[in-house]
Nanobody, 118 residues
Framework: QVQLVESGGGVVQAGGSLSLTCTAS?????????MGWYRQAPGKQREMVAT???????KYLDSVKDRFTISGDIDKPSVTLQMNNLKPEDTAVYYC???????????WGQGTQVTVSS
């Protein structure tokens, strides 16, 4: 079973930056459809923050556009989320995800806490 290992969370002041990285424990043989980051704040549902397709097309939550940048390496595979100009409302547990092209697999990381203080 492939495991996703996340790193890079922490506590930062508003306006600061963090970079989250997620790496799979082994190479994934079957084609990847999407790699992405999701987040869940206390009392709220999990939401998509950013995804990137195997072809490199990125999609962002409106509130993070122009502040966050996602990049992925299909071969490793790994996915990174660079977060700049962080705001208190970005505080959440962030989860990485890798989805198979035919949805034959749907891997999730264990989550990493990001806390932005005002």
């Amino acid at each position: 079973q492939v495991q996703l290992v996340e790193s890079g969370g922490g506590v930062v002041q508003a306006g600061g930056s963090l970079s989250l990285t997620c790496t799979a424990s082994e190479r994934i043989i079957f084609s990847i459809k999407n790699m992405g980051w999701y987040r869940q704040a206390p009392g709220k549902q999990r939401e998509m923050v950013a995804t990137v397709t195997a072809g490199g097309t990125a999609k962002y939550l409106d509130s993070v556009k122009d502040r966050f940048t996602i990049s992925g390496d299909i071969d490793k595979p790994s996915v990174t989320l660079q977060m700049n100009n962080l705001k208190p409302e970005d505080t959440a547990v962030y989860y990485c995800n890798i989805l198979g092209y035919w949805k034959e697999y749907d891997y999730w990381g264990q989550g990493t806490q990001v806390t932005v203080s005002s």
